[in-house]
């Protein structure tokens, strides 16, 4: 702390003299904390991202905790990710504390699995983020093992010095400055050489740290092994996070626009989540096979004349139009009435011309669907949210069990906020009743929903590996609803042979036999939805 003269001592001329220009020797306060060259974009981006991420901060508390220049290697990381073009910062112009941060990352920027990742993280900030939150989990682990006393010895030291040069520049600035007593300044000049003395102390011990911790022999291996369990986790959690986007309904690419924090919270799920990690490797193949019989579709559908209309469409006109554009009287009528979009055409009318109400998935929550089948049954039910998504179609999933079971409806409109979706989607690759089989309750709620929505042709996908008893009074009922709202049903049978329940032909329109549980099997559902 710097020197202040007690209040009786504060007596003579202390007009303040010109002050003189500063001493351009370098201290310790002015060196250079991150190891990664940044500006002030750079850091107001990376402050703007820990206030968004209760995750990324929590992590930079707890690392500080153990090993206090946490805080920056944690941009150190992020800016090696991230950033297009990587400088390290000279070692001369670091404060020696940090210079096991600038270690670890030219280190880490040596490894092959450093080049892999950035792959995934040059200029996209949530990708970034996700590995550098698992890359440093990795090696604060082996910090917390190995060094982090011997670092935080040398980051104390650091500080003890800075305040003692603090003291020291005040001290002088006091004797230069104003005019004191004769008294009061031999106070003043006993204080700063004891000052000096304590510093140089502090210099001595703080060498002879620096020196210990350079030649350790347990630095370099640690490291090895924290970067090496660091980069595996980051790896993994960015490619399951990116797989399992796949199927939010976002493009290749466009990932990055969800928040920073939701990708981080998702890479966490991954980690313990066995279920959510084998279904983001599931996901994303069920999802561009949908897409493409979807494309397909759209170049292969059909059309038909059922109307005659005004317009100018040459490839739709009538023959009649077509003799007047090659008879030489009737030509100019022919040309003003095509400018004026007034020509005689066929209206014509195909499948891509019907109205869309909203898709609707029940999804069989049995005991006897749970493992391979649940997770299949969820990569089809994501798959067609994209489809949904991609139609501008409202889409529910309904989580069905035994009669006493409640059911789970999951909404999800067609304009919803991406954040928001993404918790839902982990709701419901999460969520399992491991209940019995009733089907009158799920299907019942699929068409009145549909009948809410007030929009017709909507559509019903019913998964469900089982077989169920219905009342004909219900069947009736269901089957007069379904004529009402147009409505179509796909009956997916998981895992039951050949056989085909006589329940399920009564109320489905199309009913496909899944034996193998593979993408491929969904071809002609996606295709037709």
């Known amino acids: 702390m710097a020197y202040t003269p007690p209040k009786d001592q504060q007596r003579g001329d202390f007009r303040k003299k010109p002050k003189a220009p500063a001493d351009p020797k370098e201290l310790l306060a002015a060196s250079s904390v991150h190891s990664v060259e ?29 090993f206090s220049p946490f805080g920056t ?35 880490a920027m040596q490894r092959q699995e450093f080049r892999n990742l950035r792959k995934f993280t040059i200029m996209n900030e949530p990708s970034a983020a996700v590995a550098t939150y698992s890359l440093a989990t990795g090696i604060l682990s082996q910090i917390q093992k190995e060094m982090a006393e011997e670092m935080n010895d040398l980051h104390e030291a650091e500080q003890q010095m800075s ?17 004191a007593t004769e008294e009061m300044e031999e106070k003043i000049r006993e204080r700063l050489e004891q000052a000096k003395e304590e510093m140089s102390e502090t210099q001595e011990r703080y060498q002879q740290q620096v020196q210990d911790f350079e030649e350790n022999p347990a630095r370099q291996s640690a490291m090895e092994r924290a970067l090496q369990e660091g980069f595996d986790q980051a790896l993994n959690d960015v490619k399951d996070s990116e797989e399992l986007l796949e199927g939010f ?83 100019k009528d022919f040309m003003r009435r095509f400018v004026e979009g007034k020509l005689l055409q066929y209206n014509l009318r195909g499948d891509e011309e019907r109205g869309k109400g909203a898709l609707v998935v029940c999804i069989d ?17 994501l798959a067609m949210l994209d489809i949904a998504t991609r139609q501008k179609r409202n889409f529910r999933a309904i989580h069905f069990g035994s009669k006493k079971d409640p059911l789970t409806v999951m909404e999800f409109p067609k304009n919803e906020q991406k954040d928001r979706r993404i918790e839902k989607i982990e709701h419901l690759a999460e969520y399992f ?9 799920p299907l019942q709620e699929a068409i009145y929903s549909l009948e809410r ?77």
């Not at 305040?163 to 005019?179: A, G, H, R, T, V």
């Not at 009743?433 to 009158?440: A, P, S």
């Open 73 to 107: 290697l944690l941009q150190d990381l992020f800016s090696s990710l991230y950033k297009y073009n990587i400088r390290l910062t000279d070692s001369d112009t670091l404060v020696k504390s940090n210079l096991q941060n600038r270690s670890i990352v030219e280190q």
């Open 453 to 529: 929505d007030d929009k017709q042709r909507g559509d019903i996908v019913f998964i469900t590996d089982g077989d169920c008893v219905v009342s004909s009074r219900w069947l009736a009922e269901f089957k007069r609803m379904k004529e009402d709202l147009e409505v179509t049903v796909f009956s997916i049978l998981v895992d039951m042979g050949i056989n085909t329940p006589a329940t399920v032909k009564e109320f489905s329109d199309k009913v496909t036999t899944v034996s193998r549980l593979t993408s491929e099997e969904m071809k002609d559902i996606f295709a037709a939805l």
């Open 365 to 381: 929550g049995s005991y006897s669907m749970e493992g391979e089948k649940e997770l299949w049954s969820k990569a089809v039910t």
């Open 249 to 331: 309904g976002e493009e290749s690419g466009k990932n990055q626009r969800m928040a920073v924090n939701q990708r981080l919270m998702l890479a966490r799920k991954l980690q313990t989540s066995d279920k959510l990690k084998r279904l983001a490797k599931m996901v994303g193949k069920f999802k561009r096979l949908a897409l493409a019989e979807q494309r397909r579709r759209v170049h292969q559908h059909h059309e038909e004349m059922y109307d005659v209309t005004l317009g100018n469409d040459v490839s739709r006109l009538i023959p009649a139009e077509l003799f007047a554009l090659r008879h030489p009287v009737l030509r």
């Open 433 to 441: 009743i491991g209940g019995g089989t009733d089907f009158e309750k």
């Open 38 to 66: 940044n500006d002030a974009f750079d850091r107001m981006m990376f402050a703007e991202m820990l206030d968004d991420s209760p995750v990324l901060t929590e992590l930079k508390r707890r690392g500080e905790t153990s």
């Open 163 to 179: 305040q003692q040069q603090d003291e020291i520049d005040s001290l002088e600035e006091l004797l230069e400055n104003y005019n």
